[in-house]
C-alpha cells in the first residue's frame, strides 16, 4: 500500500470514528490530529487492526437497518472502510513501526 492509500486509509478510519460518535471522540482525543495519530498507531499492528475491524464491524451491524440518511451514509462508509482494512491486514505480517 503507497503512503498516499494508507494516509487516505487513516482519514476515512478517523472521520468515520468522528462522524459515528463526535463527542466520545472529542472526549479522548484534543484535536482530530491526535485520532489521525492514534489511527495511524493502530494500523501498525495485525492484532490492533482486527480490533478496529471488529469494532466497524458491530457498528454498522447495530445500524444496518436504520434508515436515517445520516446513519445509512455512516454504515455505507464504515462498510468501505472494513473492506479496505481486511485488504489491508491482509499484507501485515506482524506490527511493524512507524
Do not use: A
Not at 495485525?46 to 478496529?52: A, C, G
Request: net charge negative; aromatic share 10%; with cysteine.
Amino acid at each position: 500500500m503507497t503512503d498516499e492509500k494508507f494516509e487516505e486509509l487513516v482519514d476515512n478510519i478517523t472521520s468515520f470514528l468522528y462522524d459515528w460518535d463526535p463527542y466520545e471522540f472529542k472526549d479522548i482525543y484534543q484535536d482530530y490530529e491526535m485520532g489521525l495519530d492514534d489511527t495511524r498507531e493502530v494500523l501498525s499492528s495485525k492484532k490492533l487492526t482486527n480490533d478496529l475491524i471488529s469494532n466497524i464491524k458491530n457498528i454498522c451491524k447495530d445500524i444496518e437497518d436504520d434508515m436515517d440518511e445520516s446513519i445509512r451514509d455512516i454504515y455505507t462508509k464504515g462498510i468501505k472502510i472494513v473492506d479496505s482494512l481486511n485488504e489491508y491486514v491482509s499484507t501485515l505480517e506482524d506490527d511493524i513501526e512507524l
